[in-house]
């Protein structure tokens, strides 16, 4: 599944929030050089990140950013796991997928009993 831009610039600001080089960016973040340009030019624009002789560092509006961004994706993930606790076990999922598959082959099982002189053609 392919990340979003709120996903890379969360993963930007949290790399760079000691202070780091472009290269660091690139690697902790999964970029590559051409996105982690265009990703930092956004975020020092924005004002969420500064670049000081060849280091970025979080700014503290990248901190509030980064904060809200997190509760955010809590609050997002919460509803998440309670779907997952509704779904069965592997075990579970395969038992009804025998079952399923034992009933629509009953009918077939039937069919084929029948003799062929009884079947309409």
Not at 45 to 52: D, F, R, S, V, W
Not at 68 to 93: G, S, Y
């Amino acid at each position: 599944m392919r990340r979003s831009r709120i996903d890379i610039v969360v993963e930007v600001l949290e790399v760079a929030k000691n202070g780091v080089n472009k290269t660091a960016i690139v690697y902790k973040s999964n970029l590559n050089f051409r996105l982690a340009a265009k990703y930092l030019l956004l975020l020092e624009k924005q004002g969420l990140i500064e670049n000081i002789s060849d280091k970025y560092f979080t700014s503290d509006k990248g901190k509030v950013f980064l904060g809200k961004a997190k509760e955010l994706t809590m609050q997002l993930e919460i509803p998440n796991q309670k779907t997952n606790e509704n779904v069965p076990k592997d075990e579970t999922l395969m038992q009804k997928a025998r079952e399923i598959t034992l009933q629509c082959e009953a009918p077939i099982q039937r069919f084929r009993q029948i003799p062929c002189s009884m079947v309409p053609i």
